[in-house]
């Protein structure tokens, strides 16, 4: 899955879309200890409910991200090597749903699904 990348809210792209729309919500807050944040996905959608089509969207979704987190690093002052290993650096977790600690919620919605993050009981 080839991915091209534009950010920005009037970004225009080389190739004609579909009007399929996936997306995510990605936010980080302070916290009250010294050096460490908080933060999670609240919501995401799919614009598919087929499995294979959903990886793809995450691939798409993956590479946005990562090429944002860097042009952000870079533009504040960190080096691209240096924000390169802070993500191939990452630890991680080995498992994730009923016996990783996170549980998802979903919902259904015209465009495909849409879910928040809830912490397992």
Do not use: D
């Not at 009007?19 to 995401?44: H, I, K």
């Not at 294979?52 to 944002?68: D, G, I, P, Q």
């Not at 993500?87 to 977790?93: A, I």
């Amino acid at each position: 899955m080839a991915t091209e990348v534009k950010h920005g809210a009037a970004a225009a792209f080389r190739t004609a879309l579909t009007g399929g729309e996936f997306s995510v919500q990605v936010v980080g807050n302070y916290t009250v200890m010294r050096q460490r944040g908080a933060g999670g996905v609240p919501w995401y959608q799919f614009a598919s409910n087929r499995p294979a089509k959903r990886l793809n969207e995450l691939l798409v979704l993956r590479t946005c991200f990562l090429e944002w987190y860097l042009q952000q690093w870079i533009k504040h002052g960190g080096t691209r090597r240096r924000g390169i290993k802070e993500v191939r650096g990452y630890p991680f977790k080995r498992k994730y749903g009923p016996r990783g600690g996170l549980r998802w919620t979903r919902h259904s919605a015209a465009r495909g699904e849409v879910g928040r993050r809830k912490e397992a009981r």
